[in-house]
Nanobody, 126 residues
Framework: QVQLVESGGGSVQAGGSLRLSCSGS????????VAWFHQAPGKDREFVAG????????DYRGSVKGRFTITRDNSKSMVYLQMNSLKPEDTAVYYC???????????????????WGQGTQVTVSS
């Protein structure tokens, strides 16, 4: 098993930046693909970005392409989400999730991820 802890959320004005961090512990972090999801009040949890076990493959939802960047450092068991040019519609709780597997395939389906962090709030004001 792997345990995940997110950090880095907060409140910013539109156009600002935040960097979210996801720390993994337990099994080797390099055994897992990792993704970020977000969930706004009253809405479904949505895929934001994903990265394969070795960082070779990444994927993003359309609305964040060019603004968000997902990276990982397996030597530190960390995954990061750099969020630039933030918009009020980015406001949500952001979750880090892990899926066991060393292939390059990335999925945006929440049920495909077996391990989740507790979430961190991101609030963007206009």
């Amino acid at each position: 098993q792997v345990q995940l802890v997110e950090s880095g959320g907060g409140s910013v004005q539109a156009g600002g930046s935040l960097r979210l961090s996801c720390s993994g512990s337990g099994r080797p972090f390099s055994d897992y693909a990792v993704a970020w999801f977000h969930q706004a009040p009253g809405k479904d949890r949505e895929f934001v970005a994903g990265i394969s076990y070795n960082g070779a493959n990444t994927d993003y939802r359309g609305s964040v392409k060019g603004r968000f960047t997902i990276t990982r450092d397996n030597s530190k068991s960390m995954v990061y989400l750099q969020m630039n040019s933030l918009k009020p519609e980015d406001t949500a709780v952001y979750y880090c999730a892990a899926r066991y597997g060393v292939g390059g395939y990335l999925t945006g389906v929440p049920y495909d991820y077996g391990y989740w962090g507790q979430g961190t709030q991101v609030t963007v004001s206009s």
